[in-house]
């Protein structure tokens, strides 16, 4: 049997509202725009005639994944535990990781969404199932398995965007690994729950906006334990032609948003010599 292979795409949090902790799930509510960009891994799945799973991580991103305990091997003992995989049915994943790791572009949720995906092609999967996935796979897990964009309103409610609008995004990961646990727990401010919130756009430039006047809540603590993110934030937006600037998710991973190719091109070429030894690459809304 051959490979059959997925993309598994990255994510931008291109703003990020942090609420108060729901005490039930044991998360904080947020408010979220979120869109997929043109970053991803490969991902190669074959089944096979043997009594185990082989699951093998290579590239550059591949070092600081766990073996045994990590968002693939997850993603098939809840597949087989509820049914979607036969219990004598095993096999053989490669993931080539493009994606850094702990950056907040959402890697390790996006190759789970795209493994769930691809074992329930053709299945109905209920959304107490994808409640019990997402536990387990991380918060993320459903903003990948949803849609290509999404405006989540809260750990409730997320809705579907129609992506008609092509951003081109300069990304830039400074090799600091945060972990969303830590981050999380050293935030204190609390969100006004805002029940009649509707998140409306009628243009991209009205998008883009709204979408200014929002920002990233974590921001502020990874700046504190990486000063550097202030730095590159600051860089990104002295560019005349970058919208505006922030952080992705519990970080690290920063982005600019550009409106053409070319201008997130020659922006590029500027904050690589600014920041040579940074992961710096170009992507677009998919």
Known sequence: MNFQILKSYSKLNLFLTVGNLDKKKNL?????????ISIFDNIKIKKIRKNKNIIKFSGFFSKNIKKNNNSITKSLILLKKHGFIKPEYFYDIRVNKKVPVFSGLGGGSSNAAEVVKYFTRGKKISKNNLNIFSKSLGSDFKLFFYSNCVYQKNLNVIQKQKQKNIFYFLVIFPYFKCSSKYVYSKFKKKM???????????????????????????????????PQINKILYELKKINSCEFARMTGSGSACFGLFLTKKSANIALKKIKKQFPKYWCVVGKTI
């Open 28 to 36: 904080h509510n947020i408010e979220t725009y979120v869109s997929k």
């Open 192 to 226: 006004n729950t805002r029940k009649n919130l509707k998140f409306k756009y009628n243009s991209k430039k009205n998008l883009i906006n709204i979408l200014k006047f929002k920002n990233n809540d974590l921001e502020r603590i990874v700046k504190k334990k990486y």
